[in-house]
């Protein structure tokens, strides 16, 4: 079964950016999906692309800050994020996803984003 992998998370400033990168074995899923999960708080899904068309979607807490991509050659799936807030600090983990971007089923290990001064 395909494997994830992400990196990129760090620490930055308010109002910074960084892009994280969900690198998958293979091909073989329907869609990659981004998450997030902040200390005693639910698990939150934050954007999701279809590999049949590379259409996407996003949850209106990270609509115009976040932008997922792809580069299909590289199997890889990224998440830039923009105009990072405070609350936006949390563990960062890409999950394979239906077609309609539920369902989350194989994981990577996931990523850390701090977001502070």
């Known amino acids: 079964q395909v494997q994830l992998a992400e990196s990129g998370g760090g620490l930055v400033q308010p109002g910074g950016s960084l892009r994280l990168s969900c690198v998958a074995s293979?091909?073989?899923?329907?869609?990659i999906g981004w998450f997030r999960q902040a200390p005693e708080k639910a698990r939150e899904g934050l954007s999701c692309?279809?590999?049949?068309?590379?259409?996407?979607r996003y949850a209106d807490s990270v609509k115009g800050r976040f932008t997922i991509s792809r580069d299909s050659a590289k199997n890889t799936v990224y998440l830039q994020m923009n105009s990072l807030k405070p609350e936006d600090t949390a563990v960062y983990s890409c999950?394979?996803?239906?077609?309609?971007?539920?369902?989350?089923?194989?994981w990577g290990q996931g990523t850390q984003v701090t977001v502070s001064s």
């Open positions: 692309i279809i590999s049949s068309d590379g259409s996407t």
């Open positions: 999950a394979t996803v239906d077609g309609d971007c539920s369902g989350p089923e194989i």
């Open positions: 293979s091909s073989d899923y329907d869609a």
